[in-house]
């Protein structure tokens, strides 16, 4: 049961099927570049996207646009400190600037980092820092709890190839947002501490998703059955050194960031700051205005509330049993922010150089005015991964009904997948990493 209601809304609306392929042509076959208007139901993603609390819009007003020394800084780091346990923070217009504030500050030329799965933005700013990144997961079948824990013993064989003093820190995301949103367990991240000492390195939470993946350890670890999400919030974050955290996840706002450093980590602390004013902006406002700090601030708390935390993570969990229920095949079980689809299997009759992650992407839009997001052949040219189709839900913004339409949208176009073509690129960026964000496609006849 959702323990929230609407306050305010906004209106949504389903153009018809002939303007919708109109649209989609328009769009050059590409869902990124289709206005916000013309979609009825948007899954594309859950950053920025979810809506704010009337404590949230109430703290905006209450915006301290001081530049130096603002009060809303204040209560920011003291929302930070009593639901993450970092008594330090280095604010940032949004997660990446985190990531290069702290990567730049951690990373020198020829170091390695290892991560249990880098985000692509992580990976940048790795590369960036003259790093080199090394993913790290574990291997797992369907079905585990923990799929998106660390291979501790993959970054001790990194260490002992390239040696301890190349690796200066050692990154957990949690949840792996890369590996379908799933979770960590607070074991992984105690072993992950160990071997950060035994390496000497500093050990780096990705917290952007540290409330959802709270809730997945109190559900699915024994030693935590029965404690409060915010508890274990805390203590899956008390072995990390410093965290990077994305305002627009966990923070329940639309825009924001920051670094985290233990209160004793002067040298840390210094270098990041130094790095945010460069980057970001003073050390009391980092990119954001008051106000955003402001609601960030109340969006932490709230993130760790039970009644929320567990409508959120149910709800990604009852999409995917609505799907199961009309055939669709999905990742299991469902992590904490999105749904995967498997495109490949869903649409046997097109082959991986057609693209029929994007065949389904652009079928989903065309029957029922849904949003999701390739994440295969064309997101990844060239790497032999599966042809996924991702549906990530933002924070406390649709309703049942409104997942019932995706399932029936799915359900329809399971009737025609028959005929449904393969796709082709008429136009792509000279960066190929980035072309899923703006190439033009078109039906193969
Ligand atoms: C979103 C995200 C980031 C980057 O945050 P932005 O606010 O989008 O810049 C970094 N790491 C992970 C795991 C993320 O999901």
Redesign the pocket.
Known sequence: MRAYKAKAVERIELPDREAREHYLREAGYNAFNLDADAVFIDLLTD??TGTMSDEQWAALLRGDESYAGSESFQRLESAVADVMGFERIVPA???????NVLYGALISKGDYVPNNTH?D??RAHITNAGGEPVDCPIESEPGDPFQGNLDVDGVRELASEVGAERIPAVVV?I????LAGQPVSIENLREARTVANDLDARLVI?A??FAENAYFVTQRETEFAGESVADVAREQLAVADAI?M????DGLAN???FVGVRADDDELYEQARQRGILYEGFTTYGGMAGRDLEAMAVGLREAVEETYVESRVEQVAELGELLQEVGVPIRTPTGGHAVYVDAGEFLPSIPHEEFPGQALVCALYREGGVRGVELGELAFPGTERDQLVRLCLPRRTYFRDHLEHVAETFAAVAERREELPGYEIVDEPEMKELRHFSAELRPIE
């Open positions: 950053s920025g217009h949004q997660g990446r600037g985190a990531e985000f933005t992580t995301t949840t792996n947002n890369s990705d952007c998703r990077v994305s305002g627009k996840k825009v924001g960031g």
